[in-house]
């Protein structure tokens, strides 16, 4: 999910109508009731920490409550409020109900449904959009985000594969910058350096350039078979300047739901784009939450769920994130604690190793 989230514009989140099905998707966790977060709540949370801004509920399985309009504003309320939570505005996300099965409101507007007037969102305070189906939505309402290929260049990794008489293809998303044929590269944090991009393709096009967003395979020239590159290593063109692995970094985090506290040395997996690593919390500089009325507390001992902080992780192995203010898209982090999401944060420093 993190992995898939990483490079996405847009989310489609959804949720069974049927009894039952929805309340789990979008349950709060209860460690003391044996209650596990509901998948969809926590992948809602997993694409706002991500950047994706631009999601559609997708209200699946109406078939199974008779297409009841009741069912339908019910779903629609819980969620508006877990949106608002997490810090979607719900004003500018479709409600869509439909029938996966049976196709019903998908491409075509549906006939089971007459209390359905379609589903309506905003773009901006001034700008209304509507429709009735999910191709609709796709295609009217959901806008390219804004790109930099001014910036540095910052191409993560995704996929390596070895093709027959063609040799190793590096796939990946563009986050920022604009890549060319020709321009010398790097690779970080497995160090190789002086490496040329030969080819750049898109689904079997050849491209002049990759600019953010585009999603390529790369043929690069100067890789010898025993220089390992691997995904979660992150592209970059040398004459923009130098990156290297990270000793440490300190992040602003938000702890979520987690039943005990949380300690120096403490060691989740952090993921960050297409890169995951075990990192150790070795130091809280600071938290805040209700408990202290909002006010900082300076060097605590540990933290708690709901808290908001300010941490420094070290990676057990060689990790390459750098400050959100610089790109955003390696600035974002999430933690993982047996496939459970402990933090959501965005880097604020790094030390280099």
């Known amino acids: 999910m993190i992995t898939a989230s990483a490079t996405a514009d847009v989310g489609l989140l959804l949720v069974p109508a049927e009894k039952g099905g929805f309340e789990a998707a979008i349950a709060k966790a209860d460690a003391k009731a044996g209650v596990e977060e509901g998948q969809t709540r926590q992948h809602a949370r997993l694409l706002y920490l991500l950047g994706v801004d631009q999601i559609i509920v997708g209200i699946n399985k109406m078939d199974s409550c008779g297409w009841d309009e009741q069912r339908f504003l019910e779903i629609k309320e819980e969620f508006v409020k877990m949106l608002q939570l997490i810090g979607f505005k719900p004003k500018k996300v479709p409600f869509i109900p439909y029938s996966g099965f049976h196709g019903d409101n998908l491409v075509e507007k549906s006939t089971k449904a007459p209390w359905y007037k379609g589903w309506e969102a905003n773009i901006n305070p001034k700008k209304k959009i509507t429709g009735f189906t999910v ?76 600019e953010p967003g585009d999603s390529v395979g790369l043929s690069i020239k100067g890789i010898t078979k025993d220089e390992k590159v691997q995904p979660g290593d992150i592209i970059y063109v040398l004459k923009e300047g130098d990156c290297a692995p990270v000793k440490s970094f300190t992040a602003m985090v938000a702890v979520q739901e987690h039943p005990g506290v949380l300690k120096p040395g403490y060691a989740p997996v952090v993921f960050c784009r297409t890169a995951k690593v075990a990192c150790k919390m070795t130091k809280i500089l600071w938290k805040m939450s209700k408990k202290t009325g909002g006010a900082k507390v300076e060097n605590p001992t540990e933290l708690s769920q709901f808290e908001n902080a300010e941490i420094e992780f070290e990676p057990s192995q060689p990790l390459f994130v750098e400050p959100f203010e610089k790109c955003a898209a390696l600035g974002r982090i999430a933690v993982m604690d047996s496939n459970r999401l402990k933090m959501l944060g965005k880097v604020t420093g790094t030390v280099e190793a």
Do not use: M, W
Not at 144 to 155: A, C, K, Q, W
């Open 135 to 210: 191709v609709e939505c796709l295609n009217n309402f959901i806008k390219p985000p804004t790109r930099h290929p001014e910036l540095p260049v910052r191409l993560p990794i995704s996929n390596i594969y070895h093709i027959k008489g063609v040799g190793q293809i590096i796939c990946g998303t563009v986050e920022q910058g604009t890549l060319k044929p020709g321009d010398e590269i790097g690779i970080v944090p497995c160090g190789l350096k002086n490496k040329k991009i030969f080819s750049i393709e898109q689904h079997k096009k050849v491209l002049s350039h990759a």
